[in-house]
């Protein structure tokens, strides 16, 4: 069975530092999607791809947050400087898309992310 | 910002036990998904819902949507082990169809 692949699955980091995740979607999958979850909560959207195109990046912290999936496949979000807060579960997901149809999305194992 | 109200936030009961948890909003909803989430791992699609009244089951899981579409609520009979985890609720809307969270009800289920 086809799965979002995500790597590393823990990271542990300095503040200060800089830091970068991975996300493989499923084949196929034109919809990109990178959540934080802090513990305790649900998960948080930061940024949605249409192919290499960003659709939603509106709860992004872009003085310290980037994202990229340059070739409209796999996809990159990094933090630098990272900070103390910073610290939780890095999720990616992956979707079909169509016009006016909304399809499962399907979620990977998450970086677990500690900033000390 | 429509907020999706989750209660319990945690919730231990013994192998066998039924339970109820509730999702809960001010605002009117044209859908809501259930997911479990397992320690380590990210959120699994269990249920989407649609129509007001509306009730599905999977196995032991009981799904329901308000008549008003404005709370949900899931039931489990005779719970095992295996239902531990993360129990979230979640709407879908806006043009991108954006997932909004709950903060999830955290059930354990002892032996």
């Known amino acids: 069975e086809a799965e979002v692949a995500q790597s590393p699955r823990y990271k542990i980091t300095e503040k200060s530092q800089a830091v970068a995740f991975w996300c493989d979607p499923i084949s196929g999958h034109a919809t990109l999607y990178w959540y934080r979850q802090i513990l305790g909560q649900g998960p948080e959207l930061l940024v949605q791809?249409?192919?290499?195109?960003?659709?939603?990046d509106s709860q992004l912290p872009k003085d310290r947050f980037s994202a990229e999936r340059l070739k409209g496949v796999d996809s990159t979000l990094k933090i630098q400087p990272a900070e103390l807060g910073d610290s939780a579960m890095y999720l990616c997901?992956?979707?079909?898309?169509?016009?006016?149809?909304?399809?499962?999305?399907?979620f990977g194992p998450g970086t677990r992310l500690t900033v000390t | 910002t429509q907020l999706l109200e989750q209660s319990p936030q945690f919730l231990s009961i013994q192998e066998g036990e039924n339970l109820t948890v509730y999702c809960n909003s001010s605002?009117?909803?044209?859908?809501l998904q259930w997911y479990r989430q397992e320690p380590g791992e990210g959120p699994v699609l269990l249920v989407t819902?649609?129509?007001?009244?509306e009730v599905k089951k999977l196995k032991r899981l009981t799904f329901q949507f308000g008549d008003a579409r404005k709370d949900s609520s899931l039931h489990i009979t005779a719970a095992q082990p295996g239902d531990t985890g993360l129990y979230l609720c979640?709407?879908?809307?806006?043009?991108?169809?954006?997932?909004?969270f709950g903060k999830g009800t955290l059930l354990t289920v002892n032996p």
């Open positions: 605002s009117v909803f044209s859908s």
């Open positions: 979640a709407r879908q809307g806006g043009s991108n169809y954006k997932l909004t």
């Open positions: 819902v649609v129509t007001g009244g």
């Open positions: 997901a992956s979707s079909l898309t169509g016009t006016g149809v909304s399809y499962e999305q399907y």
């Open positions: 791809f249409q192919d290499e195109s960003v659709v939603d």
